[in-house]
């Protein structure tokens, strides 16, 4: 027999938000739009703001401990909180909890240009070839989406990284439906700065 959403959320407590996505692909903004919308956000500011995130990478070193398989009895004080867990940790998320995921996504191209910028400006060599890393991403992307997909804990809203910077204000709204419509709309909006959108990629050429 199916639980009530009331049963549901008084067994379960109120679930967690969590920002996901590849790296480069706008968590960290995702983050920073929920925190000035209104949502508190867990983060140590153990990793400071830099060159390749001016406004601050909001992580918290806790969530990297998740694929140790360690306690993660820690996630209850984030209920009702936003945490920003990168894509690849989601499948060790434990099913006692509940969680409301905004997945980001961003052209695949432009994430590993962005990734290569990144490391680059850290003199660190480049992982697989462009185009390997693509694929790759690509099949990691669709096996995430297939795992949430299966299971009644998670809720899912698919964020376009473009489309926020393009119309801040319109996917604002849809985060907040999305979240319960509890934050403040037009301070989300101004945090999707178009100055953030580098590593993008040029518009096709029509042919004639």
């Avoid at 940790?89 to 240009?113: F, H, N």
């Avoid at 390997?132 to 099949?139: D, I, K, N, P, T």
Wanted: with cysteine; glycine share 8%; net charge positive.
């Amino acid at each position: 027999m199916t639980r009530s959403p009331f049963l549901r959320r008084l067994r379960r407590g109120r679930p967690i938000v969590v920002v996901s996505g590849l790296p480069r692909s706008g968590t960290s903004m995702a983050m920073n739009m929920l925190a000035a919308g209104g949502l508190q956000v867990l983060t140590d500011d153990v990793r400071g703001a830099d060159g390749s995130n001016p406004n601050g990478y909001y992580e918290l070193e806790q969530v990297k401990t998740l694929s140790a398989g360690t306690d993660s009895r820690w996630l209850a004080g984030a209920r009702g909180k936003a945490l920003k867990i990168i894509s690849f940790l989601l499948t060790y998320l434990p099913e006692s909890y509940d969680y409301q995921v905004l997945l980001m996504r961003r052209d695949l191209g432009e994430i590993v240009a962005s990734q290569n910028a990144m490391l680059d400006s850290r003199g660190q060599a480049h992982g697989a070839e462009d185009d390997r890393m693509r694929a790759l991403y690509e099949e990691h992307l669709a096996q995430v989406m297939r795992f949430l997909a299966r299971r009644d804990c998670f809720s899912t809203l698919p964020v376009d990284y473009a489309e926020v910077v393009g119309d801040p204000r319109q996917q604002a709204s849809r985060i907040n439906a999305f979240l319960g419509a509890h934050l403040d709309v037009d301070r989300m909006a101004a945090v999707a700065s178009p100055a953030l959108y580098r590593n993008r990629r040029p518009p096709r050429r029509s042919i004639t």
